[in-house]
């Protein structure tokens, strides 16, 4: 069955160094997400991209963060500065279309910011 | 008022129970609605989707309500295995935009 995959599992990084969080999309699917989800919290949508750009972004997606579409598979996402609140599980997400349709997750990145 | 809200929860039932969940959403340009179930430190997986005729899935019931803005979840004859934390998903922007309730945490008890 095809799935999303998301590099690395976990990662622990210094305050105000950059990360990049990596997903594989299923293949054919056109829409990609980001999701994270603090310990104990909900689920919280940062952005949505489609044809290569942007289409919703979150309060929480600020200038510290960004997304890109590299090559055909990959579909990143960068903190430029990390701070000790972005210490969250990022999800990354693919649909084929966008109404009723299934978003299929990934299984996350465990980010620590120390 | 939260855009996605649900039953706090936990629900504790025993197994064969008959268990709802409700969630209330304010944005009326909502567009897509979904249940989505959560186990503990997983991804959320899609449950079902919901429509306005109601639909049905094996022991699990959805329904929307646009005009209360209301969506259900009806587990029936609750097994061990439906134990985790179901969460209410409503999308708008033609489906770019999808908001998360905080979940509704069900324990199944033998």
């Known amino acids: 069955e095809p799935e999303v995959t998301q590099t690395p599992s976990h990662q622990v990084t210094q305050m105000g160094q950059e990360v990049i969080l990596r997903c594989v999309p299923i293949s054919n699917h056109l829409y990609f997400y980001w999701y994270r989800q603090i310990l104990g919290q909900k689920v919280e949508f940062l952005v949505s991209?489609?044809?290569?750009?942007?289409?919703?972004k979150s309060e929480i997606f600020d200038d510290q963060f960004s997304v890109e579409r590299p090559d055909g598979s990959n579909f990143t996402l960068k903190i430029r500065s990390t701070k000790l609140e972005d210490s969250a599980m990022y999800f990354c997400a693919s649909s084929s279309l966008r109404l009723d349709t299934e978003a299929f997750f990934g299984q996350g990145t465990r980010l620590t910011v120390v | 008022r939260k855009e996605v809200e649900q039953d706090p929860g936990p629900f504790n039932v025993p197994e064969g129970a008959t268990v709802a969940f409700n969630c209330t959403y304010s944005?009326?340009?909502?567009?897509?609605f979904f249940w989505y179930r959560q186990d503990c430190r997983k991804e959320p997986k899609l449950l079902m989707s919901v429509y306005s005729s109601g639909n049905e899935d094996g022991r699990f019931t959805a329904q929307l309500n646009r005009a209360s803005q209301y969506i259900s979840l009806l587990i029936r004859d609750s097994k061990l295995s439906d134990s985790a934390t179901y969460l209410c998903v409503v999308s708008y922007t033609g489906g770019f935009k999808t908001i998360f309730g905080a979940g509704t945490r069900l324990f199944v008890k033998a």
């Open positions: 944005n009326s340009a909502s567009q897509s």
């Open positions: 991209f489609y044809n290569n750009e942007i289409s919703e």
